[in-house]
């Protein structure tokens, strides 16, 4: 029984390799003519930047603005196979996704380079005659885990945003009340407060410098962002700026708002601590469950390691308890 389930294991994976390896090997030449022409492209880029260095009338903060600007727009692709990938809608999200952690990659080299990674280790198993569920597992781990280091970059960094707020109001409101005008204002929340609100606000202010209007700009930023509470700020400053009235006096009251649903996000997070743990728990138990029942009686165990049939059974019951995790963070995910 096991030499039967050892030999068809092995025709599957001869049968993978011949479909798959020709796939992966033009995937691998595609990903090497793309940073090929990357670089090419960023010839431009780096004598933009040279230049920029030798200007000593630049201040820090402006240059690293500039740099910035630089920096972004570089990221665009114009042709090729990254603007292919650019037009897909997931690529836009991702690119959004990238811009709130503030990663320095467009999404289009992410994805090939992935992509890439994920080829490159399944040949590698491959060769390395490793079981076929090592091989798949592998190539699974460098395509998703790239991207969920990402997701909890962003998270992080937009609830340090949304912290910052209240008290980045409360200046702007004070810099406006001493006679600053809002672009001022917004030039001294970037010199004053640390990324990631400092950043945001100071690619503002360089927009609004280089021609661009101060609504775009602001508009852009809420884009950019896409916290309800930036949109609020941006819709009042727009309506201020229509209409006129006292911005100073908006920005306390906005201020105020945000600093209540601050301590309500707080309560709501104490009072979803137990589901939120008991989901971390059920996804922890199987996989503690199963190294000490490798431990403990390791002849029973081993059949799920050394059978395909028991090997597919670890990937499906893996996949099940990702999903179980991501039902149970959508259930007490409460939105404030």
Same mark, same amino acid.
């Given at each position: 029984?096991?030499?039967?389930?050892?030999? @068809? =294991?092995?025709? &599957?994976?001869?049968? /993978? #390799?011949?479909? *798959? +390896?020709?796939? $992966?090997?033009?995937?691998? !030449?595609?990903?090497?003519?793309?940073?090929?022409?990357?670089?090419?492209?960023?010839?431009?880029?780096?004598?933009?930047?040279?230049?920029?260095?030798?200007?000593?009338?630049?201040?820090?903060?402006?240059?690293?603005?500039?740099?910035?600007?630089?920096?972004?727009?570089?990221?665009?692709?114009?042709?090729?196979?990254?603007?292919?990938?650019?037009?897909?809608?997931?690529?836009?999200?991702?690119?959004?996704?990238?811009?709130?952690?503030?990663?320095?990659?467009? @999404? =289009?080299?992410? &994805?090939?380079?992935? /992509? #890439?990674?994920? *080829? +490159?280790?399944? $040949?590698?198993?491959?060769? !390395?005659?490793?079981?076929?569920?090592?091989?798949?597992?592998?190539?699974?781990?460098?395509?998703?885990?790239?991207?969920?280091?990402?997701?909890?970059?962003?998270?992080?960094?937009?609830?340090?945003?949304?912290?910052?707020?209240?008290?980045?109001?409360?200046?702007?409101?004070?810099?406006?009340?001493?006679?600053?005008?809002?672009?001022?204002?917004?030039?001294?929340?970037?010199?004053?407060?640390?990324?990631?609100?400092?950043?945001?606000?100071?690619?503002?202010?360089?927009?609004?410098? &280089?021609?661009?209007?101060?609504?775009?700009?602001?508009?852009?930023?809420?884009?950019?962002?896409? !916290?309800?509470?930036?949109?609020?700020?941006?819709?009042?400053?727009?309506?201020?700026r229509a209409t006129g009235g006292d911005l100073a006096e908006v920005l306390d009251n906005i201020s105020g708002v945000i600093r209540g649903r601050i301590k309500l996000f707080g309560t709501v997070r104490a009072l979803t601590a137990e589901g939120r743990l008991s989901g971390w728990v059920l996804l922890a138990l199987p996989i503690i469950v199963f190294v000490l029942e490798l431990v403990v009686n390791p002849e029973y165990a081993q059949v799920l390691l050394d059978e395909p049939l028991g090997q597919y059974m670890l990937i499906g019951a893996g996949v099940a308890q990702l999903l179980g995790l991501i039902m149970i963070k959508k259930i007490v995910n409460i939105k404030v």
């Amino acid at each position: 029984m096991l030499d039967y389930a050892a030999l @068809a =294991a092995g025709d &599957l994976m001869e049968q /993978v #390799g011949i479909y *798959a +390896l020709p796939l $992966i090997g033009s995937t691998m !030449l595609a990903y090497a003519i793309f940073n090929l022409v990357g670089d090419l492209r960023k010839k431009d880029t780096r004598k933009i930047t040279d230049r920029l260095k030798d200007r000593g009338s630049l201040g820090g903060s402006q240059e690293r603005m500039v740099k910035e600007s630089i920096r972004r727009q570089s990221n665009k692709p114009n042709s090729g196979i990254g603007a292919l990938i650019t037009n897909l809608q997931f690529a836009s999200k991702l690119q959004r996704m990238l811009d709130q952690a503030n990663v320095q990659w467009s @999404a =289009a080299a992410l &994805l090939v380079n992935i /992509v #890439g990674l994920s *080829a +490159l280790a399944f $040949i590698a198993c491959y060769f !390395l005659e490793l079981p076929l569920w090592v091989s798949i597992t592998a190539a699974v781990a460098l395509l998703i885990l790239p991207l969920v280091a990402i997701s909890v970059k962003r998270n992080m960094r937009m609830n340090k945003f949304m912290y910052q707020l209240p008290d980045v109001f409360e200046l702007m409101s004070q810099a406006l009340r001493a006679g600053h005008s809002l672009p001022n204002a917004i030039l001294l929340i970037s010199e004053q407060v640390p990324d990631p609100v400092g950043t945001e606000f100071g690619r503002v202010f360089h927009e609004q410098n &280089l021609g661009i209007k101060m609504d775009d700009a602001l508009k852009g930023m809420a884009d950019r962002v896409g !916290l309800m509470d930036v949109k609020f700020f941006v819709t009042a400053v727009l309506i201020q700026r229509a209409t006129g009235g006292d911005l100073a006096e908006v920005l306390d009251n906005i201020s105020g708002v945000i600093r209540g649903r601050i301590k309500l996000f707080g309560t709501v997070r104490a009072l979803t601590a137990e589901g939120r743990l008991s989901g971390w728990v059920l996804l922890a138990l199987p996989i503690i469950v199963f190294v000490l029942e490798l431990v403990v009686n390791p002849e029973y165990a081993q059949v799920l390691l050394d059978e395909p049939l028991g090997q597919y059974m670890l990937i499906g019951a893996g996949v099940a308890q990702l999903l179980g995790l991501i039902m149970i963070k959508k259930i007490v995910n409460i939105k404030v």
